[in-house]
């Protein structure tokens, strides 16, 4: 199992019935750098609870590997509240839900118990192996339709000084975790995990590829066909190497691919080709112990 955890794009205020207090500034909830998505226009009266609307993040930063099997899903809010705990509660989750194909799932609410704290803290919903009561192939995951939902209710009181006071709700960030493994069988002598971190192919994502799938090699012996498991509609592998050098051959001969020698020391490389092509490589020389990242690549 591996995970990745990514910011979402996109913040909105949704409206949700029963309710009566908007959010504002939503997009501030995208990153923690003390700037919050609040009250768009808090109301304050005395033994009124505001009840809020769906605060909505939705379309990860990062993505997924396209065949990857999704395991698990955990959503982050780094949360705090204004004012002193009000006489029930001060602000309290209502609803936490999961959103698939831009629709709210409403099969699992998991709101937490308690009222928020005036220190900044982050809170955490769903784990490893929770899929919040549905399943999801990675494509729903990359999807702008991919996201998660808040509502929270915020309880007033008096403020001991003639007036009146609501506790407003604070979110600084609203981020995810999707756990996942890959969807391939390893072949003979080789150890595959995919990446936890896969930063080693920012430039080629940002160069307008899009992965695939991707694996991290931890054990490799000589003859071995390092690409064996290549996709069908894979056309440029990024490989890089973060320890030892290796030596490729192709069909028995050195590698001749752009930038590729006989020795494949440490660095990122880039093949450019089809599947067919790709799975004729094979290590013939490794030295100590191998870490080595591949990640299969298509056109975006």
Same mark, same amino acid.
């Given at each position: 199992? *591996? !995970?990745?955890?990514?910011?979402?794009?996109?913040?909105?205020?949704?409206?949700?019935?029963?309710?009566?207090?908007?959010?504002?500034?939503?997009?501030?909830?995208?990153?923690?750098?003390?700037?919050?998505?609040?009250?768009?226009?808090?109301?304050?009266?005395?033994?009124?609870?505001?009840?809020? @609307?769906?605060?909505?993040?939705?379309?990860?930063?990062?993505?997924?590997?396209?065949?990857?099997?999704?395991?698990?899903?955990?959503?982050?809010?780094?949360?705090?509240?204004?004012?002193?705990? &009000?006489?029930?509660?001060?602000?309290?989750?209502?609803?936490?839900?999961?959103?698939?194909?831009?629709?709210?799932?409403?099969?699992?609410?998991?709101?937490?118990?308690?009222?928020? &704290?005036?220190?900044?803290?982050?809170?955490?919903?769903?784990?490893? *192996?929770?899929?919040?009561?549905?399943?999801? !192939?990675?494509?729903?995951?990359?999807?702008?339709?991919?996201?998660?939902?808040?509502?929270?209710?915020?309880? &007033?009181?008096?403020?001991?000084?003639?007036?009146?006071? *609501?506790?407003?709700?604070?979110?600084? @960030?609203?981020?995810?975790?999707?756990?996942?493994?890959?969807?391939?069988?390893?072949?003979?002598?080789?150890?595959?995990?995919?990446?936890?971190?896969?930063?080693? @192919?920012?430039?080629?994502?940002?160069?307008?590829?899009?992965?695939?799938?991707?694996?991290?090699?931890?054990?490799?012996? !000589? !003859?071995?066909?390092?690409?064996?498991?290549?996709?069908?509609?894979?056309?440029?592998?990024?490989?890089?190497?973060?320890?030892? &050098?290796?030596?490729?051959?192709?069909?028995?001969?050195?590698?001749?691919? +752009?930038?590729?020698?006989?020795?494949?020391? *440490?660095?990122?490389?880039?093949? +450019?080709?089809?599947?067919?092509?790709?799975?004729?490589?094979?290590?013939?020389?490794?030295?100590?112990?191998?870490?080595?990242?591949?990640?299969?690549?298509?056109?975006?």
């Amino acid at each position: 199992m *591996t !995970s990745i955890i990514s910011n979402f794009t996109t913040f909105a205020n949704v409206a949700r019935t029963g309710s009566d207090q908007n959010w504002g500034d939503e997009s501030n909830a995208q990153t923690s750098n003390n700037l919050y998505a609040s009250a768009g226009n808090p109301i304050h009266v005395d033994g009124v609870t505001a009840i809020y @609307h769906y605060l909505k993040a939705s379309q990860l930063v990062s993505r997924v590997p396209e065949r990857a099997r999704i395991l698990g899903i955990k959503l982050y809010i780094e949360r705090a509240q204004d004012s002193p705990t &009000g006489p029930a509660g001060g602000c309290v989750d209502l609803e936490v839900y999961i959103v698939k194909n831009g629709s709210i799932v409403t099969l699992e609410n998991k709101a937490l118990a308690g009222a928020w &704290g005036t220190t900044e803290t982050t809170v955490s919903y769903g784990g490893a *192996t929770d899929l919040w009561g549905t399943t999801w !192939s990675a494509n729903q995951i990359n999807s702008a339709g991919f996201g998660f939902v808040l509502a929270v209710t915020a309880n &007033g009181g008096d403020d001991g000084e003639g007036g009146f006071y *609501t506790a407003d709700p604070l979110v600084d @960030h609203m981020y995810a975790e999707i756990f996942y493994e890959g969807s391939k069988s390893s072949p003979p002598n080789q150890t595959f995990e995919v990446p936890i971190e896969m930063d080693y @192919h920012k430039s080629a994502l940002a160069g307008g590829f899009r992965a695939i799938d991707s694996e991290r090699i931890t054990s490799l012996s !000589s !003859s071995t066909q390092i690409f064996a498991n290549c996709p069908d509609d894979c056309t440029t592998i990024e490989l890089t190497v973060r320890t030892q &050098g290796i030596t490729l051959t192709k069909d028995g001969k050195a590698a001749t691919a +752009s930038g590729i020698g006989n020795d494949y020391a *440490t660095g990122t490389y880039m093949f +450019s080709g089809n599947a067919e092509e790709f799975k004729r490589y094979r290590a013939i020389q490794q030295t100590a112990s191998a870490e080595i990242y591949i990640t299969y690549l298509k056109p975006a």
